[in-house]
């Protein structure tokens, strides 16, 4: 039982160093991968504008769930006029960040996964190292960049679009005033707050399109599995690796900064 | 004797590679002339595509060196970054990228490896994909050609950065014989009009007697006959009369199976 324990534990601390060997390796490729401005639009578009109707979809129904049981609460305390606040910093501080990580990583993450475990098994990404081609810097790099941009901007959507779910819902519906709403939102968050935000999305944007990539790319390696199994467990495993890690960092980020 | 070392493009001499207990490479080595058309013959599983790909950096010999034109390939990147511009690989699987259309294959290798302008690029490309008359497709996606044209634009994108060397993994794999016919065709017309020196492994005897210049072959781990096709057909080594054969043990095991009394054994 503890041979098996420290078995995985080892297996688990060697995948954390594999990882960070890949991802710091495909940052070093980038300077030397040509065109990449190109790609990292190409990504860009791909976890961007691809994933927009999911982020504007769940970002609003997020809100009006949030306006709606903010308002019973809080209405139990006489306190009605202050929802604004509470969707705010719910939706700025932990819903917003959290909740677009998953849904990038549902959609844009797993089709990395899907796309580069598929280039591995029908040797395009061999066929690339045998034409001097850092597979690396061509197919990773541009993704990582791209996310450090696209979750900070898809999170600033979501929660954007999430305040204004929560105001239909609580002031439309439930009649709290709508000037009262806007006004506490705008005394609730504060700068702090908002960089926050930033800092949990890009991480988690940095954290998820690395796992997606890694499983992917090494979709060979995977064991139990060859061919197009060996693609579907590495992307479902980059999925399943991709979610616990947002919500651990989100915790350890959480932690430092509360 | 400089002079005729330097006749050799590629040398490779002692190439040993196992997978675990499994010993695939015991010992190869040979010497490639500078502009000729040279296959490996074997039968399969022989570990001729391992071979090939030790050759192109893809997977690392565990012992034996290899020379491209002189110099030595240690295995590590900054050492073969000179080889890999200077040699191009077809995969037995042509390796294209579905999600870019043929032209945009084409333009990779050149994208990433020159400083080309953008319209030098373009106009490569499109010269590459017109010199293997499949210039009517560059627009299209790889998945929306056929099979021929497929490897024959798989060729365009090793041709298009002007290797000197061209690899070619079992090209004719899996195509009927008038198409594995038109593929040698393709690999002697194009290495004669582009003057490189091409590499092939496969285990299509009749058709790669025809096409090359000098022939080996590989089998259990080592080359067990080199020289001309004339003298491959002329061996009296045991293993190529085997290999060369084999339609006879064929007709034989058939008539056998015909008779109602073969027993067919593991080799079969």
Not at chain 1, 141 to 166: D, E, K, M, N
Not at chain 2, 43 to 63: E, I, M, R, T, W
Request: hydrophobic share 45%; charged share 15%.
């Amino acid at each position: 039982m503890l041979k098996l324990l420290g078995g995985q534990t080892l297996r688990v601390i060697a995948g954390l160093g594999d990882l960070a060997l890949f991802t710091g390796e495909s940052f070093r490729s980038a300077g030397k991968s040509r065109r990449l401005g190109r790609r990292i639009a190409r990504a860009v578009y791909e976890q961007g504008t691809l994933c927009l109707p999911v982020i504007l979809i769940v970002g609003m129904f997020t809100g009006l769930v949030l306006g709606l049981q903010g308002y019973y609460v809080l209405n139990r305390f006489g306190s009605a006029g202050l929802l604004g606040a509470l969707v705010s910093l719910s939706l700025v501080r932990e819903m917003g960040p959290v909740l677009a990580a998953l849904m990038l990583v549902g959609q844009a993450g797993s089709a990395l996964a899907a796309e580069l475990g598929i280039q591995r098994n029908s040797e395009q990404i061999v066929a690339l190292e045998t034409m001097g081609v850092s597979s690396h810097g061509y197919l990773v790099a541009p993704r990582l960049i791209a996310a450090l941009l696209v979750f900070p901007l898809q999170t600033a959507l979501f929660v954007a679009v999430g305040l204004w779910g929560g105001s239909l819902s609580g002031s439309l519906l439930l009649g709290v005033d709508s000037g009262v709403y806007w006004s506490a939102v705008e005394r609730a968050v504060e700068a702090p707050d908002v960089r926050e935000c930033f800092l949990k999305a890009a991480t988690f944007g940095l954290l998820t399109i690395s796992i997606c990539a890694y499983h992917g790319f090494n979709a060979h390696r995977c064991r139990g599995a060859t061919g197009a199994r060996a693609v579907s467990a590495s992307t479902t495993r980059a999925v399943v690796h991709s979610s616990i890690v947002v919500l651990v960092a989100d915790y350890v980020i959480t932690s430092f900064l509360v | 004797m400089d002079t005729g070392k330097k006749d050799f493009l590629l040398e490779v001499d002692g190439l040993k590679k196992s997978f675990g207990d499994r010993v695939v490479l015991a010992g190869v080595g040979l010497a490639v002339r500078r502009g000729s058309v040279f296959t490996v013959l074997g039968p399969s599983g022989a570990g001729k595509s391992v071979f090939l790909k030790c050759l192109a950096g893809v997977v690392q010999p565990d012992a034996g060196t290899i020379r491209f034109d002189g110099q030595l390939l240690s295995g590590g990147p900054g050492s073969r970054a000179g080889f890999h511009r200077r040699c191009s690989f077809l995969f037995q699987s042509n390796a294209l990228f579905d999600s870019l259309t043929a032209l945009e294959n084409v333009a990779l290798p050149l994208e990433q490896t020159t400083d080309l302008t953008n319209h030098e690029i373009r106009e490569r490309s499109l010269e590459a994909l017109r010199q293997l008359e499949i210039e009517n497709h560059g627009g299209h996606f790889p998945g929306q050609l056929s099979g021929g044209m497929q490897k024959r634009l798989a060729l365009a994108r090793a041709i298009v950065t002007r290797p000197e060397l061209v690899f070619f993994d079992e090209p004719t794999a899996g195509l009927d014989p008038l198409r594995r016919n038109a593929v040698f065709a393709m690999i002697a017309k194009y290495q004669r009009q582009f003057g490189f020196t091409a590499l092939i492994v496969t285990h299509d005897v009749t058709e790669a007697l025809l096409a090359s210049d000098r022939v080996a072959l590989l089998a259990q781990g080592r080359i067990g006959f080199e020289g001309t096709p004339d003298e491959f057909s002329a061996s009296g080594h045991p293993v190529v009369g085997g290999f060369r054969d084999s339609a006879g043990a064929l007709g034989t095991s058939l008539a056998a199976i015909r008779r109602g009394d073969a027993i067919l054994s593991d080799d079969a």
